[in-house]
């Protein structure tokens, strides 16, 4: 890998990869080489409209091009493992959509391999890069509102017709997966691991997840109550708080244009300057990493995914949510 340019591979051409590579070219030296999918035809439309030289019918085929120093993940779920195993030990970097496995045993896999091949892996919570999120948290470690005690945070919403992957067990479909990753990441950035976890939830006749509702407790006092679902229109707003005051996210909270800090001198909205649809800021993270040497993203960090995997183990667990291939043996 050049010193100033990065040569990324996409993996998938739906709508997530499509956002991914149009915020890539917003970034000096960040260059989409090539792209793989299951169909050569989809492969090639996506590299004639994105400008990019390499077009493959599979991603075995982009990984051994010697085309890409780091490949972007979009599959759904139960894919990410197998191809971001082949890459690593391939000695291609790894940024993979979230969750990056469906089980905490395969994330702590892919980390072992990574160290094994010196090989840079990260998950892909674009939410820990997003720069309000990030004045937020900043904001939150200076004490402004004194010791936090509770996080509120959901991520639900209702469509006439859903994406057929979120009903489809061997997509890893349901709510929790695709969504309630985003609160439980949230109140984990503001609290850390709780103590104990409580889950409820309603499943549909394929043992999808259509609600849940997550409650934790934490050893200093602190609780956090998180939502996620198919079936209503949510606010889709966090807060977290504590005897002096509230920091709150709006409206899609896991991507904001600005918080709002609730002090007894009263409310302040805090805008933070951000620009293109938000992918970039994790690509810019991976990209930093990679020239610095590193094969873990600090931003991006790997004892976070495995924790936050762990705690999706746990719900998935209490709620009764299982999937296809959950009992499996590791690739290796």
Known sequence: MGVDRVNWGIVATGN?????????KLLDGAVA?????????????????HGIEHAY???????????????YIGTPHPQHYVIARTALQAGIAVLCEKPVTLTAAQARDLVAVATENKTLFAEAMWMRTNPVIEALFADLATGVIGEPQQVVADFAFHKPSLPARLLDPALGGGSLMDGGIYPMTFA????????????VASLNEDNIDLNVAMAWRYDSGAVAALTCGLRSQNP?????????????????FHHPEYYVRHTAAGAERIDVPTHGL????EA?????????GHIEVPSLPHAGTLEILELLDETRSQIGVHYPGDDDDLTG
């Open 16 to 24: 997530i990869s499509t956002s991914f590579t149009h915020d890539l």
């Open 33 to 49: 080489t090539a792209v793989a999918s299951r169909s050569q035809d989809s492969a090639d439309r996506f590299a004639a409209e």
């Open 57 to 71: 019918d599979d991603y075995r085929r982009l990984i051994d091009s010697g085309t890409v120093d780091v490949i």
């Open 188 to 199: 984990y950035m503001a609290l850390g691991r709780p103590a104990e976890v409580k889950a």
């Open 236 to 252: 889709w707003v966090a807060s977290v708080s504590g005897p002096e005051g509230s920091l709150q996210l709006p409206h899609r």
């Open 278 to 281: 938000g992918y970039h800021y």
């Open 284 to 292: 810019t993270a991976v990209m930093r990493a990679l020239r610095d």
